[in-house]
C-alpha cells in the first residue's frame, strides 16, 4: 500500500514531547508504516502552526489535494488532533480522505479511522469534541497564568521596542527593564509625529537610514525583510500606553474563526501605573497625539466625513486581479493604487505593498504595473492555456479516443444488461399472475419486492453505459459549452470573474519589473500555474498549464489639453 505521512507540531506546552517534535513524528510513522510493509512516498510537515488556525497549515493542504488526486491510499498520523483541533472542521476532513479513497492511521494506537457505521461516525464527533475541549481549557488556563502575572506587574508578553525582559533571581519572575538604546528609536518615532510626519513617512525615513527595527518577526519567508519598520508598526508604538509608564494588560484576546485567528475585545482590562517604565513624557505623548487627531480632523473634511481605502470585510473587490499578484523582487502582494497621469488622466496600477509601506531599502520595486494592460495580459494567457477552442478540443481528445477504443466492451455490458432487464420483466409477470390467482403468500410479495429492486439497479447501469457510450464530437460539444459559460464568467463582472480565477489559479501570479542596464523599465514579466479539471470516465483529471507573458512599459498617451486655442476636426 501507498502511504503518506503528516505531521504538525503544536504551538501549546500541554502536550507529549513526541507531539512537540515533528522529527519524531515522521520517525514513528515510518516505523509504523514499514512494520505493515507500506511505502512512503511523501511527509507532509507544518512545524510550529497551531491545529485551529487552518489557513496557515500549508502542507496540510498540499496533503489533500494530493489525496484528492489519489497519489496515497494511506495516511499516517500520531493521533487525529495532528489533523486539526478544531470540533467544526475534523470530522469533515476524515470525510474528504475517506472520500478521496484514503484511509487515515493513528500509530500512537495503531487503528484505523473507521466511518462505516452511525456508532463509529458520532465517535469521531466525540473525539474532536473532546480534542477541542482540551484545547480550550488550556486556552483558559494559559489565559489566566498570564493575567496573574500581570496582577503582579511581572512580564505577561512577549518582546516590545525599548525593553528588555530581565529574569530576577534564579527561576524567579520576568519583569521590563528599559533599554535605553530602543527607548531612543521609541522617543524619535514620537517626535516625527509631534513634528507632522505621517505613519508611512516615518517607517520610509527609519529604513533609509539603516535604523533597524530590533524587534522584527522572521516571517518564514527569506525574500521579506524582517528587519525593516512598517506604517502598521509605527502605528502600533504611538498608540502603546506603555511607553508613558502605564502598564495595560487584557484590551484584547483571541478567538479562532473560519481557521484564522483575530483578536476581539477583552473581558477585563487590568491598567497599572508603572513610572519607572516610563519612555515617554506626558507633554511629548500629548503633543503627538495633538497632532495625529488634527490630521485626522482634516483627512474627514476632505473625504467628507466618508472612509476610504479597501471594502469593509466580507466585500468583494472591484479590481480582477486583486489578492492574486505578488511582487517578483520581495514576495510582497501587489496592491491597486490610483495615480494622475503627466497631462493629469487618472490611471491605476498595481504597486508592490512592501515599497509602498516599508520603502526602496525593503523593496526596489517603485513601478506600478498598469491594471489594464496585467488584466488583459493574465486573461489572454489562461484564454490561449484553457479557453480556445482548440487547445481544450486537444484536452478532451484523450476522453474522446478512450470511448471510441472500448465499444465492444460497452457494448457486451449493454447486452448482458438488457438480457437481464428482459428475464426479470418476464420473471416479474409470472409472479403478477400468482398473485392474480389468488396465491399470495408472502414468500411471494418478497420475491417481487426483490426483483423490482434489482430491475431498478440494473436499468440505472444501463443508462449508464449509455452515457458513456456518447460519441467523442458530442462529448467535446458538451465540454466546449461548459467552457464558453467560464470564458463568459471572466468576462462579465470581476465578483464573479474572481471566483472562477480561485478555482483556476494554484498559487499567485509572480509579476517582476525587467530593467534595462542604466536600471530604467523595460517591462513587466508575469508567470502563474493554472489548472483545469476534466472529467473522463467518473474520475477527474487535473490538466495544468503555465502562464506567463509580458507587459510593456507603460507610455502615457498624449491628448489635447482642451483649452481655448485647441480646435478639434469637426
Given at each position: 500500500?501507498?502511504?503518506a505521512?503528516?505531521a504538525?507540531?503544536s504551538?501549546?506546552?500541554?502536550?507529549s514531547?513526541?507531539?512537540?517534535?515533528v522529527t519524531r513524528?515522521?520517525?514513528?510513522?515510518?516505523?509504523f508504516?514499514?512494520?505493515k510493509?507500506?511505502?512512503?512516498?511523501?511527509?507532509?510537515v507544518?512545524?510550529?502552526?497551531s491545529g485551529?488556525?487552518?489557513t496557515?497549515l500549508?502542507?496540510?493542504?498540499?496533503?489533500?489535494?494530493?489525496?484528492a488526486?489519489?497519489k496515497f491510499?494511506?495516511?499516517?498520523v500520531?493521533?487525529?488532533?495532528?489533523?486539526?483541533?478544531?470540533?467544526?472542521e475534523?470530522?469533515s476532513?476524515?470525510?474528504?480522505?475517506?472520500?478521496?479513497?484514503?484511509?487515515v492511521?493513528?500509530?500512537a494506537d495503531?487503528?484505523?479511522?473507521d466511518t462505516?457505521?452511525?456508532?463509529?461516525r458520532?465517535?469521531l464527533?466525540?473525539?474532536?469534541?473532546?480534542?477541542a475541549a482540551?484545547?480550550?481549557?488550556s486556552?483558559?488556563r494559559t489565559r489566566?497564568?498570564l493575567r496573574?502575572k500581570?496582577?503582579r506587574g511581572e512580564?505577561?508578553g512577549?518582546?516590545?521596542l525599548g525593553?528588555d525582559?530581565v529574569?530576577?533571581?534564579?527561576?524567579?519572575p520576568?519583569?521590563?527593564v528599559?533599554?535605553e538604546?530602543?527607548?531612543a528609536?521609541?522617543?524619535?518615532?514620537?517626535e516625527m509625529?509631534?513634528g507632522?510626519?505621517?505613519?508611512?513617512?516615518?517607517a520610509k525615513?527609519?529604513?533609509a537610514?539603516?535604523?533597524?527595527n530590533?524587534?522584527?518577526?522572521d516571517?518564514?519567508?527569506?525574500?521579506k525583510?524582517?528587519?525593516?519598520w512598517?506604517?502598521?508598526g509605527?502605528?502600533?508604538?504611538l498608540?502603546?500606553?506603555l511607553?508613558?509608564?502605564?502598564?495595560?494588560?487584557?484590551?484584547?484576546?483571541?478567538e479562532?474563526?473560519k481557521?484564522?485567528r483575530?483578536a476581539?475585545?477583552?473581558d477585563?482590562?487590568?491598567?497599572l501605573d508603572?513610572?519607572a517604565?516610563?519612555?515617554v513624557?506626558?507633554e511629548?505623548w500629548?503633543?503627538?497625539?495633538?497632532?495625529?487627531?488634527?490630521t485626522h480632523a482634516?483627512y474627514?473634511?476632505?473625504t467628507?466625513?466618508?472612509?476610504?481605502?479597501?471594502?469593509?470585510s466580507?466585500?468583494?473587490s472591484?479590481?480582477?486581479?486583486a489578492?492574486?499578484?505578488?511582487?517578483g523582487i520581495c514576495?510582497?502582494?501587489?496592491?491597486?493604487?490610483?495615480?494622475?497621469?503627466k497631462?493629469?488622466r487618472?490611471?491605476?496600477a498595481?504597486?508592490?505593498?512592501?515599497h509602498?509601506?516599508?520603502?526602496?531599502?525593503?523593496?526596489a520595486?517603485?513601478?506600478?504595473v498598469?491594471?489594464?494592460e496585467?488584466?488583459?495580459?493574465?486573461l489572454?494567457?489562461?484564454k490561449?492555456?484553457?479557453?480556445q477552442?482548440?487547445?481544450?478540443?486537444?484536452l478532451?481528445?484523450?476522453?474522446?479516443?478512450?470511448?471510441?477504443d472500448k465499444?465492444?466492451s460497452l457494448?457486451a455490458q449493454r447486452?448482458?444488461l438488457?438480457?437481464?432487464i428482459?428475464?426479470?420483466d418476464?420473471?416479474?409477470?409470472?409472479?403478477?399472475?400468482a398473485?392474480?390467482?389468488?396465491?399470495?403468500?408472502k414468500?411471494i410479495?418478497?420475491?417481487i419486492?426483490?426483483?423490482?429492486?434489482?430491475?431498478?439497479?440494473s436499468?440505472a447501469?444501463?443508462?449508464h453505459?449509455?452515457?458513456l457510450a456518447?460519441?467523442g464530437?458530442?462529448?467535446?460539444?458538451?465540454?466546449i459549452?461548459?467552457?464558453?459559460?467560464?470564458?463568459?464568467?471572466?468576462?462579465w463582472?470581476?465578483a464573479v470573474?474572481r471566483?472562477?480565477?480561485?478555482?483556476?489559479?494554484?498559487?499567485p501570479i509572480?509579476?517582476t519589473?525587467?530593467?534595462?542596464?542604466?536600471?530604467?523599465?523595460?517591462t513587466f514579466?508575469?508567470?502563474?500555474?493554472a489548472?483545469?479539471a476534466?472529467?473522463?470516465?467518473?474520475?477527474?483529471?487535473?490538466e495544468?498549464r503555465?502562464?506567463?507573458?509580458?507587459?510593456?512599459?507603460h507610455v502615457?498617451q498624449?491628448w489635447p489639453?482642451g483649452?481655448s486655442?485647441?480646435?478639434?476636426?469637426?
Open positions: 500500500m501507498i502511504a505521512i503528516y504538525r507540531k504551538t501549546e506546552q500541554n502536550v514531547d513526541d507531539a512537540k517534535s513524528q515522521v520517525e514513528l510513522a515510518r516505523a508504516a514499514a512494520e510493509g507500506w511505502d512512503v512516498i511523501e511527509e507532509y507544518d512545524d510550529g502552526v485551529v488556525v487552518s496557515k500549508v502542507r496540510r493542504a498540499a496533503m489533500f489535494a494530493a489525496a488526486e489519489g491510499e494511506a495516511l499516517i500520531r493521533d487525529l488532533d495532528r489533523l486539526s483541533r478544531n470540533d467544526e475534523l470530522p476532513l476524515i470525510y474528504s480522505l475517506r472520500d478521496s479513497g484514503v484511509a492511521w493513528s500509530y495503531k487503528t484505523r479511522v462505516r457505521t452511525a456508532m463509529s458520532g465517535m464527533t466525540m473525539k474532536a469534541t473532546f480534542a482540551e484545547r480550550e481549557a486556552q483558559e489566566e497564568a496573574r500581570a496582577e512580564v505577561a512577549g518582546r516590545v525593553y525582559n529574569r530576577q533571581g534564579d527561576g524567579g520576568v519583569i521590563r528599559v533599554n538604546g530602543e527607548a528609536i521609541v522617543r524619535r518615532i514620537f509625529a509631534a507632522g510626519k505621517g505613519l508611512l513617512r516615518t525615513a527609519l529604513n537610514e539603516g535604523i533597524k530590533p524587534t522584527g518577526q516571517r518564514g519567508k527569506p525574500t525583510r524582517s528587519d525593516q512598517s506604517s502598521t509605527i502605528r502600533d508604538i498608540h502603546r500606553e511607553y508613558r509608564g502605564v502598564v495595560v494588560y487584557g484590551k484584547t484576546r483571541n479562532y474563526r481557521g484564522k483575530i476581539i475585545a477583552g477585563a482590562q487590568i491598567k508603572r513610572p517604565l516610563r519612555i513624557s506626558d511629548l500629548q503633543a503627538a497625539h495633538e497632532r495625529m487627531e488634527a482634516v474627514l473634511r476632505r467628507g466625513g466618508r472612509l476610504n481605502g479597501k471594502p469593509a466580507g466585500l468583494e472591484r479590481y480582477l486581479l489578492g492574486f499578484l505578488r511582487c514576495g510582497g502582494n501587489l496592491i491597486v493604487s490610483k495615480r494622475t497621469g497631462r493629469g487618472p490611471c491605476s498595481y504597486i508592490c505593498t512592501t509602498k509601506t516599508r520603502g526602496d531599502v525593503a523593496c520595486n517603485r513601478w506600478g498598469p491594471v489594464n496585467i488584466t488583459d495580459g493574465v489572454t494567457s489562461l490561449q492555456a484553457f479557453l477552442e482548440t487547445v481544450f478540443m486537444d478532451l481528445n484523450g476522453m474522446a479516443a478512450a470511448h471510441r465499444p465492444e457494448a447486452d448482458a438488457t438480457e437481464r428482459a428475464a426479470l418476464a420473471e416479474l409477470k409470472r409472479l403478477a399472475d398473485v392474480a390467482g389468488g396465491a399470495a403468500p414468500a410479495l418478497d420475491a419486492t426483490a426483483r423490482e429492486q434489482e430491475r431498478r439497479d436499468v447501469k444501463l443508462e453505459l449509455n452515457g456518447i460519441e464530437s458530442d462529448l467535446v460539444t458538451l465540454s459549452s461548459n467552457m464558453k459559460e467560464l470564458r463568459e464568467e471572466l468576462e463582472e470581476p470573474a471566483q472562477s480565477l480561485r478555482r483556476l489559479l494554484m498559487g509572480v509579476v519589473p525587467k530593467l534595462d542596464a542604466e536600471g530604467a523599465l523595460l514579466d508575469f508567470a502563474g500555474t489548472t483545469y476534466v472529467l473522463a470516465d467518473e474520475a477527474w483529471r487535473q495544468t503555465a502562464l506567463s507573458g509580458t507587459i510593456p512599459r502615457q498624449v489639453r483649452d486655442n485647441t480646435r478639434h476636426a469637426v
